[in-house]
């Protein structure tokens, strides 16, 4: 059994959602099989929220994207960097990084970022050279960084393209981007 913990700034989501703390969450179905989630703890200001699941070996956790002959090895849970954006207040750099590099130690190594999400795509590259400095050289073949971007409506050239391709690819600190998407 693992254990997932979740700090959020308010009263935990899942008393509201589901009633009283401490009761089963049942009807979380992964290969046919139902888990049980067990929610903890809370307060009315910020919420630590525990979360018991079975989780698979971590070797399991990754898939390959096919699209023709192009292929993309990606962990099945992503990384949402939206909260980098700032609307939850002041990002503190260091503790994201290091947040980052927990998940990526513990099997979770891929991270689904935008143009328009703050400083996200700074921070990913921060942390891909903190992997290639203190980690062994195969985790760096499998964390990926997955971008979006969000151009404004009007003509779009494909100079215009690739120039706002070369400001991720500068932020994120990779010779090419993983994936991008227009948003």
């Known amino acids: 059994m693992t254990t997932i913990h979740a700090v959020i700034p308010g009263p935990c989501p899942w008393r ?88 990526a130690d513990n099997g979770f190594t891929t991270f689904d970022m935008a143009d328009h999400y703050g400083p996200a795509e700074d921070l990913y590259g921060i942390f891909i050279n903190r992997v290639r400095r203190e980690r062994p050289p195969e985790m760096v073949e499998t964390v990926r960084g997955l971008t979006k971007w969000v151009p404004p409506p009007g003509k779009m050239t494909g100079a215009y393209v690739r120039d706002n391709i070369e400001i991720s690819r500068k932020r994120m600190n990779v010779k090419s981007l993983d994936m991008l998407q227009f948003h």
């Open 16 to 103: 509201l959602s589901f009633g009283i703390v401490g009761t089963p969450l049942v009807g979380i179905v992964k290969d046919g099989k139902k888990l049980q989630a067990q929610r903890r703890r809370w307060n009315t200001k910020a919420s630590r929220c525990q979360l018991n699941v079975e989780i698979a070996p971590a070797t399991e956790w990754r898939t390959v994207v096919e699209h023709g002959d192009d292929k993309l090895d990606i962990c099945r849970v992503l990384n949402g960097m939206w909260q980098t954006s700032g609307g939850w207040g002041k990002i503190d750099r260091n503790n994201a990084v290091e947040s980052m590099l927990r998940y």
